[in-house]
């Protein structure tokens, strides 16, 4: 019998438009773990999720969404937008996660961050990139990426634009596709890149399918969460990054 709370609470900030994150969150849930969710504004649900919106995000004022859920004591928060902190580069999303947690007093994880961290742990250095964004912001991932020493060998990207919400209706077994044409021999793993996009659903068929390790925004953000909150187990079905022991 799996228990709701009483060992951590990760307190989550989610973008106003985003669907997914949430259920991920649910499902990836670890045992004894309680979830609380504040909704973050700072771009227009009516305009292309492009690098000026997603960069508008990042630039967000926290202020009131992090004064909200510090009223739940987490002890861990997780900044729940990828690209919006892609768009403005490695040093600014290192300084959110510091600021945050300066301002918050909880341990802090970024979704990029987050990806970083992942791949660092897995010691992977050539990747398949794929992610429902348009174009620039691809172009923005990527050279986040090679600034930490990850270089991506393939990418694939949607047809067409997605608005706020084609990016969450995706279905899983089209994320299951974007992630196959992302794949490469060279790939020691896939990256799908956004918090929104139903990643979670398809990790383990995709990773059974490419023989080797596949890394999504709300995956490895909560084996980071985990980390930081002592918890030292595993979680099955959910890809091999959970699956690897906490350290």
């Known amino acids: 019998m799996t228990t709701s709370r009483g060992r951590a609470r990760f307190g989550v900030l989610v973008p106003f438009t985003n669907t997914n ?77 510091k600021q945050i947690k300066q301002d918050s007093g909880a341990q802090t994880v970024t979704a990029a961050g ?15 990139f794929a992610s429902p964004y348009v174009p620039a912001i691809n172009d923005m991932a990527i050279a986040f990426l090679e600034e930490t020493g990850v270089k991506a060998v393939r990418r694939s ?23 196959r044409a992302a794949d490469h021999p060279e790939a ?22 490419l023989g080797k390790p596949v890394i999504t925004s709300n995956q490895a953000m909560v084996f980071q969460a985990m980390q930081l909150a002592g918890l030292g187990e595993t979680l099955s079905g959910f890809g091999r990054l959970l699956e690897a022991k906490p350290t």
């Open 21 to 97: 994150l949430e259920p991920d969150m649910g499902l990836l849930r670890p045992d004894g773990v309680s979830l609380h969710f504040a909704r973050l504004g700072g771009y227009d649900r009516d305009e292309i999720p492009d690098s000026e919106q997603m960069h508008g995000l990042g630039a967000a004022n926290l202020s009131e969404p992090l004064r909200l859920l510090q009223g739940v004591n987490p002890d861990v928060i997780l900044y729940g937008c990828t690209s919006a902190t892609l768009t403005h580069g490695l040093s600014f999303d290192r300084e959110l996660a």
């Open 114 to 128: 987050a990806l970083v961290h992942a791949l660092q742990t897995l010691k992977v250095k050539r990747i398949g």
């Open 157 to 179: 990207e949607v047809s067409g634009t997605l608005d706020n919400y084609g990016q969450g209706e995706l279905t899983p077994d089209a994320v299951y596709e974007l992630g």
């Open 188 to 209: 020691e793993a896939v990256v799908l890149s956004c918090t929104d996009m139903r990643s979670v659903e398809i990790i383990a068929r995709l990773e059974a399918k």
